[in-house]
Antibody, heavy 117, light 112 residues
Framework: EVQLVESGGGLVKPGGSLRLSCAAS????????MDWVRQAPGKGLEWVSS????????YFADSVKGRFTISRDNAKNSVYLQMNSLRVDDTATYYC??????????WGQGTPVTVSS | DIVMTQSPLSLPVTPGEPASISCRSS???????????LDWYLQKAGQSPQLLIY???NRASGVPDRFNGSGSGTDFTLRISRVEAEDVGIYYC?????????FGQGTKLEIK
């Protein structure tokens, strides 16, 4: 069974930084690209970033480009989202997600991030 | 970016009755391999989204057969043959053809 466990969320001031982690288990991590998706309070879902299985290909939403970085450690079965220059509108629950071999996300439980002074 | 448009945004349904949600994309999600890169998710209150349908019409593991996805190209539909109380939540379509992956606005299904 695919398990994705996020951590690292919390309260941070505007302009601050936070690093989210996602620990994966139940599948061969090195074979899959990994994504981050976020959901602002009471709002819909927004794709944030993807990293390919090797880490060679990386993509970001325009809303976070230049401020967020994504990385992975295949030896630790983990993916990370480094968030810098955080803004109030980055406040959201951040989900780690894996696209299946034929499509469709498996999701973690999410970690909340609040950006507020 | 591909824009995803769902309708209706609110869907009150009587238990046992059918329900249907439409999802339209601003460009075709059909790849040359014949697959439509369109997924459906249900998010129940306080939970993470859960996958219902992938590649337009394939039911995910453990999803009841009352859920069916259909469509191709730019027009897709999620049908629930007989709504049950446990189907309450927000339904999202998502295109996974190209980044940025994009979601519909969500359709809130409630029981009458």
């Amino acid at each position: 069974e695919v398990q994705l466990v996020e951590s690292g969320g919390g309260l941070v001031k505007p302009g601050g930084s936070l690093r989210l982690s996602c620990a994966a288990s139940g599948f061969t991590f090195i074979n899959y690209s990994m994504d981050w998706v976020r959901q602002a309070p009471g709002k819909g879902l927004e794709w944030v970033s993807s990293i390919s299985s090797s880490g060679r290909y990386i993509y970001f939403a325009d809303s976070v480009k230049g401020r967020f970085t994504i990385s992975r450690d295949n030896a630790k079965n983990s993916v990370y989202l480094q968030m810098n220059s955080l803004r109030v509108d980055d406040t959201a629950t951040y989900y780690c997600a894996r696209i299946g071999s034929y499509g469709g996300y498996s999701w973690g439980q999410g970690t909340p991030v609040t950006v507020s002074s | 970016d591909i824009v995803m448009t769902q309708s209706p945004l609110s869907l009150p349904v009587t238990p046992g009755e059918p329900a249907s949600i439409s999802c339209r994309s601003s460009q075709s999600l059909l790849q040359r391999n014949g697959y439509n890169h369109l997924d459906w998710y249900l998010q129940k209150a306080g939970q993470s989204p859960q996958l219902l349908i992938y590649l337009g019409s394939n039911r995910a593991s453990g999803v009841p057969d009352r859920f069916n996805g259909s469509g191709s190209g730019t027009d897709f539909t999620l049908r629930i043959s007989r709504v049950e109380a446990e189907d309450v939540g927000i339904y999202y379509c998502m295109q996974a053809l190209q980044t940025p992956y994009t979601f519909g606005q969500g359709t809130k299904l409630e029981i009458k």
